[in-house]
């Protein structure tokens, strides 16, 4: 007889209290019922229900298999429903998160061409620059700067989020252009206040060399356009994401300082919890995420 069917029709038994209940419930005979237990004990070789004239005990064998069969009809529903929601068009409200500057610069005008494509799909995005706990906090997809590695997660690797030194052309008129990243210690170097117990920038060069120099500066901010703006305006160099500074250096308000220096890439992953419900939604959103923003192919 089919196994899940008899997993079934011994649930049923179970939860109903008896082969009589369970057969009304099924719309079969009492005694296609019992054929259906005696199938699976006769397999296992191992009794699962002591019946009396008056009630039936699970066994202790029958207490497990009772469990396990829980367990196996739920995940097969789950796959019956979730292969259903796949072949149907993406809907619904998608929840995520993401670091301040990239989800403002990059991600949020990425997702507007998602959400053409996809009229039946509404965003929430919370922009934090804290570590996210995606099941906690309900959210469904989230972008991670930095190694990731918790159990439970799916972590897709996306480009590596890059940060380059810009300035405006007035502060390098009255201070001069640097030519190595040692110089920088002597210059004003914009800074974001939670960098004060850290204020060493490690830059990398052409060749894969490195730098650590010490850098100060009298203008610290909590917020990385905050310094974009004070870098424009003349009152320092900063050292912010390429996105976050591209318009500035297209338009001139910001020029490239030590252009062939960057701080060290820092990885940068798509997450998601192992077990979230694989919805068209959700499907579409991480091919969309994953071709927009995933590693270059060589």
Not at 129 to 156: K, T
Not at 213 to 222: E, H, K, L
Request: charged content about 25%; glycine content about 8%.
């Amino acid at each position: 007889m089919n196994k899940l069917a008899g997993m079934e029709m011994f649930v049923r038994v179970v939860e109903s209290g008896s082969f009589s209940a369970a057969a009304e419930i099924s719309r079969v005979s009492p005694t296609m019922v019992a054929k259906h237990i005696r199938a699976i004990e006769d397999r296992l070789g191992a009794r699962l229900l002591h019946r009396t004239t008056r009630r039936q005990q699970l066994s202790d064998v029958g207490r497990l298999y009772y469990e396990r069969c829980k367990h196996v009809l739920a995940d097969v529903e789950l796959a019956e429903a979730s292969a259903s929601e796949l072949q149907s068009s993406p809907r619904g409200r998608l929840r995520l998160i993401a670091p301040v500057s990239f989800g403002s610069h990059s991600l949020v005008p990425a997702l507007g061409e998602y959400m053409g494509r996809h009229p039946d799909v509404s965003i929430e995005l919370t922009l934090d620059n804290r570590r996210p706990n995606l099941i906690d906090e309900g959210f469904e997809l989230g972008i991670h700067i930095g190694d990731i590695d918790e159990p439970g997660l799916v972590a897709r690797a996306l480009q590596p989020y890059r940060r380059r030194l810009a300035a405006a052309p007035a502060y390098l008129a009255r201070h001069g252009q640097l030519d190595h990243p040692e110089q920088l210690g002597s210059r004003e170097c914009l800074g974001l206040s939670y960098w004060r117990r850290h204020d060493r920038w490690r830059l990398v060069g052409p060749n894969g060399e490195t730098c650590s120099v010490s850098v100060q500066g009298r203008f610290t901010a909590n917020q990385g356009d905050a310094l974009r703006i004070a870098a424009v305006n003349g009152i320092g160099i900063v050292l912010q994401p390429e996105a976050v500074l591209a318009e500035d250096l297209a338009a001139g308000r910001l020029v490239p300082v030590l252009p062939d220096w960057s701080l060290a890439p820092s990885p940068m992953h798509l997450i998601y919890a192992q077990n979230i419900r694989p919805t068209a939604k959700l499907r579409s959103a991480i091919d969309f995420l994953l071709a927009r923003f995933g590693q270059l192919q060589a």
